[in-house]
């Protein structure tokens, strides 16, 4: 078994989400992933304590790493993270805009007598431009990107319950350096990489984006429903509700004949296409929440699924995670943390040769001593730095 990115460094001075899930996916490939912290840790370390004790973001996004704290602001500390880089094949940074290269850890600065090395900044912005300086957290650029304005209800614009414009930019960013080691494997140069959080949303806005700019109207906010698809929305059933998601018109006639028993709404000319559904979506909605309404959710999600109708019910994460989807697939799996052992998603791509490492979440600097030797320091001056505060080695 041959972990596709084995023999791969990646050393990455990183923090919050998005550079943090781009590493991650790198680890789960079998990737050495050397995490860069700050003497008082990663923010998400802090962001809250409810993994036993551990951040949900930080176990969610740094198992299979290692971690180094040192003080960058510190010569030594400093040159001990650029020895660590000048080994490794790729460098990933979301500093503040500018602060890499005032640390020497720029571009240029790395790659010079060491071309091969795949550098990628991910920042809020990108570089240039009159919002570069400015902060970017993922609800910001939820906002500047346009998700917020058609995401939610008529009445209310919400963000998106997940961090959306981190995870855009943090995948793209793992897509990067896949991208950039493949080049190499055939040039032998490496590359220099500039992910944009707002670009990355911004490209996730797909066909609302072009719905404005052909039409000049902004899509309206559609709850749980669909622009240009009908019936597409929850239904009520005698015990909750359901989703169902027609996409073509063969649908609607199963739908209507074979689940609600109603061949008459097949021809009907108000909904016999989806054009004509949505233009009457109020009336199409009626008829199907008429029959929806008659059924528990559990009998009518069962024959819209005989039936091959799309369908879901809306689960809480409770339901997800004893999902019997997941349980089928045998998809958990155990890591440990510094205070516990918990319960980890698998990836999502599958290899059928190869299972995802799946490493233990770091302790802030648990692998400092080690790595600070491995750079060429002796064990006593690597000891003698921690002691002085420059650097941290965890305990316990």
């Known amino acids: 078994m041959t972990l596709p990115l084995a023999g791969f460094t990646v050393v990455s001075v990183e923090q919050a989400v ?5 590493t991650r996916n790198l680890a789960d490939l079998g990737a050495r992933v050397i995490k860069v912290e700050r003497l008082d840790g990663d923010l998400a370390r802090s962001y809250d304590h409810l993994v036993e004790g551990t951040g949900a973001h930080f176990v969610w996004l740094n198992r299979g790493k290692e971690s180094i704290a040192v003080d960058l602001k510190c010569a030594d500390g400093l040159d001990a993270v650029r020895r660590l880089i000048a080994r490794a094949d790729v460098f990933v940074q979301n500093l503040a ?3 890499a290269e005032r640390l020497g850890l720029g571009a240029d600065d790395l790659r010079e007598g060491h071309p091969e090395l795949v550098v990628v900044n991910l920042s809020g912005f990108g570089a240039g431009g009159p919002l570069e300086q400015r902060k970017a957290y993922d609800m910001l650029i939820q906002a500047e990107a346009g998700l917020i304005s058609v995401t939610g209800t008529p009445e ?11 995870i855009a930019s943090g995948m793209y960013c793992a897509q990067a350096v896949l991208a950039a080691l493949l080049r190499r494997a055939t040039t032998g140069e490496g590359a220099v990489v500039d992910v944009s959080m707002l670009e990355s949303t911004v490209e996730w806005m797909g066909h609302a984006m072009y719905s404005q700019m052909y039409t000049g109207a902004p899509p309206p906010r559609m709850g749980l429903s669909h622009i240009s698809i009908a019936p ?6 005698s015990d909750g509700q359901i989703l169902i998601g027609v996409q073509s018109d063969r649908g609607w006639r199963e739908l209507v004949t074979e689940v609600f ?3 008459e709404l097949a021809d009907d000319p ?3 296409t989806n054009v004509a559904r949505v233009a009457n979506r109020a009336a199409c909605d009626a008829e199907v929440s008429t029959r929806t309404r008659l059924r528990t959710t559990a009998d009518l999600d069962a024959a819209l699924a005989a039936a091959g109708i799309p369908a879901a019910q809306i689960k809480g994460l409770d339901q997800v995670i004893d ?5 089928a697939r045998n998809r958990w799996r155990t890591i440990g943390t510094e205070h516990a052992q918990v319960e980890a998603l698998l990836p999502p791509a599958t290899f059928t040769d190869f299972e995802a490492p799946m490493g233990d979440v770091p302790a802030l600097g648990q692998h400092t001593h080690s790595l600070l030797v491995e750079t060429g320091l002796t064990d006593d001056e690597a000891t003698s730095m921690i002691a002085r505060g420059d ?3 965890a305990t316990g």
């Open 261 to 263: 028993g109603a061949p």
């Open 323 to 327: 999902h019997p989807q997941l349980a």
């Open 18 to 22: 998005a550079a943090p899930l781009a």
């Open 391 to 393: 650097a941290l080695q």
């Open 232 to 237: 597409y929305d929850a239904f009520p059933t």
């Open 270 to 272: 108000r909904f016999v």
């Open 97 to 99: 805009p500018g602060a």
């Open 156 to 166: 209310t614009a919400v963000k998106t319950g997940i961090p959306t414009a981190d």
